[in-house]
């Protein structure tokens, strides 16, 4: 009988002693079932010489031992094969079924042993039962540390994936990384539309950032798409399947915390690099506006190419505008009326629709700014509608970027 606690029985100690005489034999089989669904892990050129054979005969001693009642333990070689499998890029799907191969071929020699021992004859129930339990602790701790070390691994080489993904991107932003060379890393086609967006939203709006994209690629459904992150700025390309991109982009249901700043859509390698320009552009304009949801480079190109000489815009700003360019809380309300009665051309009524006021009062509005500008209002004028727009940013002190740094906002560097 196996005796629970106490010293070692006499069949414990047959079944080990049988086992470590056919450990060898059985754990080379073990590693042959694996091999036959999984040949790559035999193959030379992938893996170290006869990897998985060496991993699988490290069980010999451990195994033993645990039949000797020796608490459960993973030797080293175990964590070294999640590791190998991460490294190979081989999905944790193989690291999980090797382990349901070897956990499956691994009981039924242990009964074929148990079987054709005379010596454990007359007992296999007994020693079924205690194979049982044992060989589940086995193989649940064996099982852990693999997958801890494969998550580890995985991981590591997942943001060494990333590091050179980005690298080589800012090498072709910079024109020092041949466009095949870009192809290859980011599985994308240069020779192709692209529109390019920098999206960017807070830390606790991570997930909602990660949920704004999947809108963008089932609302969009490009031909191609690629992703990057930065900090806290996640970089995109696509290539657009049909010309209603731009109307679908308007369509995302974009959380007041996440901003999508759209580039142009242009062509061919160089419109991949410049069609980022663009992104980067209007983030940066919509940071100076505190501004978020989904932006297009249509709509900020003039307040971009504006903003790049902030003194020349102040100057401008406060030329057309003079003390409605004053920073107080009566000339911003009255600033933000003019604004959208001109983008409403001069109509008091849509433009009280949409300030959610009554028509005259947005006359009334209007008389006070044409007091302070001392001139009547010309709702075509291109330079006051663009001075009113400006006035936002002049008043939170946007700045241009620096000559070393002419393509990139703040934070964000790609």
């Not at 009988?1 to 070692?8: D, I, K, Q, Y």
């Not at 939203?201 to 949920?211: K, P, R």
């Not at 000489?309 to 004053?326: I, M, N, R, T, Y």
Request: glycine residues 6%; aromatic residues 6%.
């Amino acid at each position: 009988m196996v005796t629970v606690g106490g010293e070692l029985s006499e069949l414990e100690s047959a079944l080990a002693t049988r086992f470590r005489a056919d450990s060898a034999r059985m754990l080379a089989e073990v590693a042959d079932a694996i091999i036959a669904r999984f040949p790559r892990l035999a193959d030379d050129t992938v893996v170290p010489t006869g990897f998985l054979h060496t991993t699988l005969a490290s069980h010999a001693a451990t195994f033993a031992q645990l039949l000797e009642r020796s608490p459960a333990v993973a030797p080293p070689e175990v964590s070294e094969l999640g590791r190998t499998l991460a490294a190979i890029r081989e999905p944790i799907t193989t690291l999980t079924r090797v382990f349901e191969i070897g956990h499956e071929t691994f009981w039924q020699l242990l009964v074929t042993m148990i079987s054709e021992s005379e010596n454990l004859r007359g007992s296999e129930v007994e020693l079924l039962r205690l194979l049982t339990v044992r060989l589940f602790d086995y193989m649940q701790v064996n099982t852990s540390a693999a997958l801890r070390a494969y998550i580890q691994r995985d991981g590591e080489e997942t943001k060494a994936t990333q590091r050179r993904r980005l690298a080589v991107v800012r090498g072709s932003l910079r024109g020092e990384v041949a466009d095949q060379e870009l192809e290859g890393v980011l599985g994308y086609r240069l020779l192709s539309q692209h529109v390019a967006y920098a999206a960017r939203g807070t830390a606790l709006e991570a997930d909602e950032l990660n949920t704004v994209i999947e809108q963008l690629r089932r609302g969009v459904r490009p031909i191609q798409h690629v992703t990057l992150y930065d900090d806290d700025v996640l970089y995109g390309w696509f290539t657009p399947r049909d010309a209603t991109w731009h109307d679908r982009l308007a369509e995302l249901s974009v959380p007041k915390a996440v901003t999508v700043a759209c580039g142009a859509a242009r062509h061919g390698p160089e419109g991949f690099r410049q069609s980022h320009r663009d992104a980067l552009e209007v983030l940066r304009v919509a940071d100076a506006l505190d501004a978020s949801g989904v932006r297009h480079y249509e709509e900020s190109a003039v307040l971009a190419l504006a903003t790049h000489d902030p003194s020349a815009a102040k100057a401008f700003v406060d030329h057309q505008l003079g003390p409605l360019a004053e920073p107080s809380e009566q000339t911003q309300h009255l600033l933000r009326t003019l604004q959208v009665y001109l983008a409403e051309n001069g109509s008091p009524t849509r433009a009280g629709r949409r300030l959610h006021t009554h028509r005259n009062t947005v006359i009334q509005r209007m008389e006070r700014v044409e007091a302070l500008l001392g001139r009547r209002l010309d709702p075509s004028s291109l330079a006051l509608r663009v001075a009113a727009e400006l006035s936002t940013i002049t008043a939170s002190r946007c700045s241009a970027p620096r000559a070393d740094t002419a393509s990139e906002p703040r934070s964000a560097r790609c």
